[in-house]
């Protein structure tokens, strides 16, 4: 298990990959809608992804209110 600093770092790079983004683009506090771009379905296939990656379950009702890429990697993290 890595640092949540780490888990952050990964989730960025991931997303930036998946979305073809300049990582240097992210960061920790931005609001992952905006940033990004993406709708709710968008949302999905990329957390669905994360999952896969870091072997967690995420359940809806943790995600619920998380927009930022910080918050969710703090979410990430608990589970590792």
């Known amino acids: 298990m890595g640092t949540a600093e780490q888990t952050l770092d990964e989730i960025l790079q991931l997303a930036a990959v998946y979305f073809k983004l300049p990582r240097e683009k992210l960061s920790a506090d931005d609001d992952f809608f905006k ?31 998380v927009s930022d890429f910080r918050t969710l990697a703090g979410k990430i993290q608990v589970r590792l």
Not at 44 to 59: A, I, M, Q, R, W
């Open 35 to 65: 940033t990004l771009g993406i709708d709710s379905l968008q949302t999905l296939d990329l957390l669905t992804k994360l999952e896969n990656h870091f072997h967690v379950e995420l359940p809806d009702y943790e995600l619920q209110g």
